[in-house]
Structure formats: C-alpha cells, structure tokens
C-alpha cells in the first residue's frame, strides 16, 4: 500500500528559522500539509500572524532575532517546552544588502555577517542538543558565494561563511548522527522586486535577469522547499554538500 502523502512527515518536528515569508514559509507549507509539526521564527509580528494563519494548526510562531544570542537561547528554550527534540533544523533566516563596495559602511557590514553567519551559527549550537539522531540541518546559502555579483560583497562574503560552516559543522556534528547540508538558490519568485522598487523597474530587472538563467525564468519557492525536505529527511547518506536550486546559473 502506498504511503498517504498528507502524512508523509507526520510525527516530525521542524524549526526554521524566518520561517514567515519567502523560502521559509514555502519550506514550512509544504512540510505542515504533509503532517510534521513546524515552529516557525521571524522578527515580525504582523508576519508571523499572517504565517500562522496560513500554516495552521501544525505550526507554532515565535517571534526571535537571528543575530540576538539572548533570543536565540530563548528560543532553545521555547523549541525544548514545545517538541522535546526535532527532526530536522531548516536556518533560513537572513537578510540582503545592495550597497558599492566603495561606499559599503562599517555598520552594514556587520549587520549582514551578524544575521547571516554568526546567528546561524549560534542558532545551529544552541539547537543541536535536541536533534535526534539522523536529523538534518539545512542552512540557505546563495549562488553569490561562488559568483561576483556587483553590489552584494559583503552579502556574497556572508553565504560564503555559512558554505564553510555548512562542511565545518558536518564533521563535528557526524558523531551525533546529524547530517549538516545547505541549499543554494539563485534568483527565486518570492515578490521581492515588486516590494522594493516601482513596478516598470521592477518588471525591466527581473527581465534582465531572466536572462542571465540558463533556465530563462525565475524558480518557485515550491522548488526551494522541496530540495530542503529532501536534504532534511531523504538524503540520508548526504552531509557537508550544497545544492544549487539555481536554474543552472551556478553550473552551466
């Protein structure tokens, strides 16, 4: 008898972190319908509502910075009254920066490395002790840690912390039976370009940089979450590695 799909993950418990928008709640969707339990982070509140709303009854949110070590305890905390131990740790959260190398301030610099490396990296050691033996971690890095891309350098420097990391906690985490990998999109349907600029700008760029995909178009969220439950739950004999969910821009 084949296996209900709604329950494919049933009994499974799953953080993410920014788990209320974007590639997160992708990931958290697709996991809740199919039956595991998600606690979801994110900094705000209105958004987490909205997330809990959508994910239902499965989910738990819980507002937490990923660059505040005090939340990041907290939420160890929360995570431990609300599951006991978890299946699998899908460290999401993140944030994007456009500034000139040239002009690149002192204070954004280390807001990007604070949210995007030294939070997950926290983030992952608080969180370790309630994994359960074969758990995967999966931590987002970017196509930007192996191209130049003009205007996200310390962005770009930031993924490239978290790659190393990805291999680096792999090994360490290994004698605990915890597997350490890291999905890597390219350009990806999340709404971003219509948010932060007018909609004829908006239309031009994302134009321009379908074209710079081997796949000419954008990839769905869908398609990230899918390649996060599978380095989650199905690549068993998977640890250290990163997939590109990219097109092809990173490859071809």
Same mark, same amino acid.
């Given at each position: 008898? =084949?296996?209900?799909?709604?329950?494919?993950?049933?009994?499974?418990?799953?953080?993410?972190?920014?788990?209320?928008?974007?590639?997160?709640?992708?990931?958290?969707?697709?996991?809740?319908?199919?039956?595991?339990?998600?606690?979801?982070?994110?900094?705000?509140?209105?958004?987490?509502?909205?997330?809990?709303?959508?994910?239902?009854?499965?989910?738990?949110?819980? !507002?937490?910075?990923?660059?505040?070590?005090?939340?990041?305890?907290?939420?160890?905390?929360?995570?431990?009254?609300?599951?006991?131990?978890?299946?699998? %740790?899908?460290?999401? /959260?993140?944030?994007? @920066?456009?500034?000139?190398?040239?002009?690149?301030?002192?204070?954004?610099?280390?807001?990007?490395?604070?949210?995007? /490396?030294?939070?997950?990296?926290?983030?992952? !050691?608080? %969180?370790?002790?309630?994994?359960?033996?074969?758990?995967?971690?999966?931590?987002?890095?970017?196509?930007?840690?192996?191209?130049?891309?003009?205007?996200?350098?310390?962005?770009?420097?930031?993924?490239?912390? %978290?790659?190393?990391?990805?291999?680096?906690?792999? @090994?360490?985490?290994?004698?605990?039976?915890? @597997?350490?990998?890291?999905?890597?999109?390219?350009?990806?349907?999340?709404?971003?370009?219509? @948010?932060?600029?007018?909609?004829?700008?908006?239309?031009?760029?994302?134009?321009?940089?379908? !074209?710079?995909?081997?796949?000419?178009?954008?990839?769905?969220?869908?398609?990230?979450?899918?390649?996060?439950?599978?380095?989650?739950?199905?690549?068993?004999?998977?640890?250290?590695? =990163?997939?590109?969910?990219?097109?092809?821009?990173?490859?071809?």
């Amino acid at each position: 008898m =084949e296996n209900n799909p709604v329950s494919k993950y049933a009994g499974k418990n799953v953080v993410i972190t920014g788990g209320s928008s974007g590639l997160g709640l992708a990931t958290a969707k697709l996991l809740a319908e199919e039956g595991a339990r998600v606690l979801i982070t994110g900094r705000t509140q209105a958004t987490l509502d909205s997330a809990r709303e959508i994910l239902g009854n499965n989910a738990v949110a819980v !507002q937490s910075d990923a660059a505040s070590l005090t939340d990041i305890d907290k939420l160890a905390d929360r995570v431990k009254a609300e599951f006991g131990t978890i299946d699998a %740790l899908f460290v999401n /959260a993140g944030i994007t @920066r456009y500034v000139p190398f040239d002009s690149m301030p002192e204070e954004v610099y280390d807001e990007l490395l604070a949210v995007n /490396a030294k939070g997950p990296y926290f983030t992952v !050691q608080k %969180l370790a002790p309630f994994l359960n033996a074969g758990s995967g971690v999966v931590l987002t890095t970017s196509i930007t840690n192996v191209l130049g891309i003009p205007m996200i350098s310390a962005y770009a420097a930031s993924k490239a912390a %978290l790659r190393s990391m990805t291999r680096s906690l792999a @090994r360490e985490l290994l004698p605990r039976n915890i @597997r350490v990998n890291a999905v890597s999109p390219g350009p990806i349907d999340t709404g971003i370009l219509e @948010r932060s600029m007018p909609k004829e700008a908006a239309e031009q760029t994302e134009a321009q940089m379908k !074209q710079q995909i081997p796949m000419l178009r954008f990839g769905d969220p869908v398609e990230v979450a899918k390649a996060v439950a599978f380095l989650a739950f199905e690549a068993t004999y998977t640890t250290g590695a =990163e997939f590109p969910v990219d097109g092809g821009g990173s490859q071809i």
